[in-house]
């Protein structure tokens, strides 16, 4: 079955201390995102990739780190958290294409809470 | 940078009837796709219906359907017989095209709640 998954689906954590948040695909796509949600501003990019090895910044990106070091994998580090950075964030993949290739799959987010 | 606005924060629509849910965008580009994705409680993003800029037909998934005026820049859904099960929050979302830039980014509005009454 064509999935994103994402790893935890809900963490409660304290300011300052570090986390990872994991996303992975199994559709060999090139394209990965990560968003967060928060109320009235619907999803934002936070960052993305195009490809291993191949990461830059979306439209919020302070404050986040990610890594691309293989095809299927894009996690979203926050090395130190704080609570404005409280959101629901969805991974997303996709492939360059015409029609329906292009589409986004989404994970099922992760409910963050900074504490 | 586009823009994706939804002026209506919230929405109630009987069962069986019909709901229209509104979005413009704001872009330079003359050529892109929109989105109307459906978010129900599992939190789940979910396509519901997508429209190709340079086709003037307007896209219809079952009793989805949408009204694109290209000259106005607006995107409205329309939700025919609502069922309760379409009670979500409905996200309108632009991307460029040809796809590829950004990694494919996706810009959206800030949702719409429709909630279906029995």
């Known amino acids: 079955e064509a999935q994103v998954t994402q790893n935890p689906r809900y963490l409660i954590t304290v300011t300052g201390k570090k986390l990872t948040v994991t996303c992975s695909q199994n559709m060999n796509h090139e394209y990965m995102s990560w968003y967060r949600q928060d109320p009235g501003l619907g999803l934002r990019q936070i960052y993305y990739s195009m490809n291993v090895e191949v990461t830059d910044k979306g439209d919020v990106p302070e404050g986040y780190k990610v890594s691309r070091k293989e095809k299927r994998n894009f996690p979203l580090i926050l090395e130190s958290p704080s609570p404005n950075q409280t959101s629901l964030y969805f991974c997303?993949?996709?492939?360059?294409?015409?029609?329906?290739?292009?589409?986004?799959?989404f994970g099922p987010g992760t409910r963050l809470t900074v504490l | 940078a586009q823009t994706v606005t939804q002026s209506q924060p919230e929405m109630s629509v009987q069962e069986a009837e019909t709901v229209t849910l509104s979005c413009t965008y704001d872009?330079?580009?003359?050529?892109?796709?929109l989105f109307w994705y459906k978010q129900p409680p599992s939190r789940q993003m979910i396509l519901v219906i997508r429209?190709?800029?340079?086709?003037?037909q307007n896209a219809t998934e079952n009793r989805f359907s949408v009204n694109f005026q290209k000259a106005a820049k607006s995107f409205s859904l329309k939700i025919s017989d609502s069922q309760l099960g379409d009670t979500a929050m409905y996200f309108c979302a632009f991307m460029s095209a040809p796809s590829g830039a950004a990694g494919n980014k996706l810009t959206f509005g800030g949702g719409t709640r429709v909630l279906v009454k029995p």
């Open positions: 872009t330079s580009e003359s050529n892109y796709y």
């Open positions: 997303a993949s996709s492939n360059r294409g015409l029609g329906d290739l292009d589409t986004q799959y």
């Open positions: 429209q190709e800029a340079y086709k003037q």
